[in-house]
Structure formats: structure tokens, C-alpha cells
């Protein structure tokens, strides 16, 4: 058996939550969640012993504890992006596979930073909205995509990754600049690429994900998300933890974290284009 070693903000939160069960069953039990650490205790909901308790993992004390018992490590805190490069550390100085948890990092030059830590170490490492890993996405003809349009829910700070993620992967280019449409309660944003093409995406509070992908004719396809992704997105962490090969590009995370950081300024700034 494999062990995975959670370091987390606080870990009564979704991820932690359900990571344990579905790399459990996905492995059958061949690498299990055993040893864990949580700088504070959730806010909102049971403490960090109390967890430990509930899912059966060891609470450790400390991040180096972690590291040295556990065969790959999970950096969660997917919902304060700004405790990553604290938290990464020391994990992405051990040479083990690292997981971080979305969203990678709040801003562009945090993310290059970790990433710069991470290959000074020889560490591992990816980061993915579990949305680029649909099914409906997998067999998209990238060379014949001129526009892509998003559509998903969600605040734009907390959830916008899941949008951008999947465009970033589609459009497979350098993005250029961002313009904001509307405002951050009505979050519309445009996207230009590298090569001259742009991609949208818009959230409702309760719409559900779709892509629609447009050729140079005009022609449009749309791929309403409606698969298990989070399987999907698991399988291919389990196959990183074995293999150490990661199935994201560090240059593809830093554009998705670019483009999320711009679009926060630019629904600010509506009508007016923020270069990356």
C-alpha cells in the first residue's frame, strides 16, 4: 500500500472531504489518505482532530512529518489560493509527487514562483481544475476550434478556474489580453489569444458548464459538461502518483492563472483591455 499526506489551511472543507474515498475506491484500496496536517481549524466546521478522527488518518503536528511518512503529498486549501506557496514549501522540496489543489495561486507571479521552487528540487508537481479532465472535452478537434464559448456557475474568484481551465487547454495558445464584460456580480470575460483568437466565457449563478466550440465557418458545436469528471480528474492523478509525469504543462497553469488574475481587474475596469 501507497500513502497519501494531506496539507491543508483547514480540513473540514469538500476536497478533503471526498479525495480520501475516491482515491480509496479508484486504487481499491491500493494507496489510501493516511497521514494528515491543518495549519487551523476549519471556521465553519469540525476541527482538524475531529477530521482525523472521522476519515481515519493520523493528524501530524507539523508539514515534515507529512512529507517523511507519506509516499505523495495533496496541497489542498482549495479556497484560500493565497496560503499555496506557504503551504508548498516544504512539500515541493522532498522530490515526491505533489499535488496542489485548485486554485493554484492567486496571481501570476506567485504561480511562477512555485513552479521555480518546484523544478529547482526536482519535485513533481501539477495543479487542474477537475473540468479539463471531462469526457465530453477529450476527442475536440483543437486545430479546427477558431472561437470557444464557456458557460458555468459560481462566483468568478472561487470558480472561474473550472471555466478558464478548459478554454486555456482547447485554445492551446499563449493568451494575450483579457477584457471584462458587465461586472463581477454578472462576471462576462473575453479572452485574446496569441494568434488573434478569442475565446468567452460568462457565469450564472446556476447555469451548468457547456463549451460551445466555433470553426472558421462559423460552424458551432456545443458539449453540455455532463460526466463524472472528478473521476476522470482522479485517474489521472492516481496515474501522476505512480509515474511522476504530469498531465498539466506549468506553462498552461500559469496562463490559467494569469488570465483569472487579469479578468479580476478587468470587471473592475468593464470596456477596457488588461494585458497578461
Not at 485554445?171 to 470575460?189: E, Q
Request: hydrophobic letters at 35%; proline letters at 5%.
Amino acid at each position: 500500500m501507497k500513502t497519501v499526506g494531506f496539507i491543508d489551511y483547514y480540513l473540514d472543507e469538500w476536497h478533503a472531504n471526498n479525495y480520501p474515498k475516491m482515491i480509496n475506491d479508484l486504487t481499491n484500496g491500493e494507496i489510501q489518505v493516511k497521514y494528515v496536517y491543518g495549519k487551523i481549524d476549519s471556521p465553519n466546521g469540525i476541527t482538524n482532530k475531529e477530521w482525523a478522527k472521522k476519515y481515519g488518518a493520523e493528524l501530524l503536528d507539523n508539514i515534515e512529518d507529512v512529507i517523511v511518512k507519506s509516499d505523495y503529498l495533496i496541497v489542498l486549501s482549495p479556497d484560500n489560493p493565497e496560503m499555496h506557496e506557504e503551504l508548498c514549501e516544504l512539500p515541493l522540496k522532498s522530490g515526491k509527487p505533489v499535488y496542489v489543489d485548485k486554485t493554484f495561486a492567486p496571481d501570476k507571479e506567485t504561480a511562477i514562483r512555485i513552479f521555480e521552487h518546484a523544478d529547482k528540487h526536482g519535485t513533481p508537481c501539477f495543479s487542474s481544475s477537475a473540468l479539463r479532465f471531462s469526457s465530453e472535452l477529450k476527442d475536440i478537434n483543437k486545430e479546427n476550434i477558431y472561437k470557444v464559448y464557456s458557460e458555468g456557475h459560481g462566483a468568478y474568484d472561487m470558480y472561474s478556474i473550472h471555466q478558464i481551465e478548459p478554454v486555456v487547454m482547447l485554445m492551446n495558445c499563449r493568451a494575450k489580453r483579457v477584457m471584462g464584460l458587465g461586472d463581477v456580480g454578472h462576471p462576462s470575460v473575453i479572452i485574446e489569444f496569441e494568434d488573434g483568437r478569442v475565446a468567452q466565457i460568462h457565469q450564472c449563478r446556476e447555469t451548468n458548464f457547456k463549451i460551445t466550440a466555433v470553426d472558421k465557418t462559423n460552424s458551432a458545436v456545443e458539449y453540455p459538461i455532463k460526466s463524472d469528471f472528478f473521476s476522470y480528474f482522479m485517474e489521472a492523478l492516481v496515474e501522476f502518483f505512480k509515474t511522476g509525469k504530469i498531465p498539466v504543462e506549468h506553462s498552461q497553469t500559469i496562463d490559467v492563472i494569469a488570465i483569472r488574475e487579469a479578468g479580476c481587474r478587468a470587471l473592475q475596469k468593464p470596456y477596457e483591455w488588461i494585458e497578461l
